[in-house]
């Protein structure tokens, strides 16, 4: 469900991702929170383009995310997925991974070396969310 906030808009789907683009912002927050799940994945890169956040930076912060509902080939099929979404849009935006824990940050790091082996994109892992915000302040976004 979509829903305006006072300054913000949000997604919330019934489980797990909540998405933030506030107006002048430079990049979108997305959040996951308990398991993650190939839908909300799905949901939130749907989100990012409806909304106009596909071309601007993000930080995608899986720091609440409980544990991994995909299976390791559904990684390498998302980032597929994506790909394919991404030949009738714009350049992507630079994108900060937030995985602080060890099988989450493992599976984001194999999800971006499949995807930068068929995109040119600026993509990266990071620790934690200071990290991962210096890191796309340097795109200015």
């Known amino acids: 469900m979509l829903r305006p906030g006072t300054r913000s808009l949000t997604l919330e789907t019934a489980m797990s991702v909540s998405f933030e683009l506030k107006p002048g912002d430079r ?10 799940t190939l839908e909300d994945a799905q949901a939130s ?3 990012q383009i409806r909304n106009g956040a596909w071309e601007r930076g993000a930080l995608v912060d ?3 995310t409980t544990g991994i509902a995909v299976q390791f080939q ?12 991404a030949r009738n849009l714009p350049p992507r935006g630079p994108v900060a991974v937030v995985a602080p824990q060890e099988v989450m940050y493992g599976a984001m790091r194999m ?3 499949w995807l930068e082996a068929v995109q040119p994109w600026d993509v990266y892992v990071a620790r934690s969310v200071p990290e991962a915000e210096e890191w796309l302040a340097r795109f200015g976004a």
Do not use: N
């Open 111 to 113: 999800f971006q070396q």
């Open 45 to 47: 890169l749907e989100e």
């Open 27 to 36: 990049h979108s927050t997305i959040r996951f929170t308990g398991p993650l």
């Open 62 to 64: 899986m720091s609440g």
């Open 74 to 85: 559904h990684v390498r099929g998302f980032a597929g997925y994506v790909t394919t979404r």
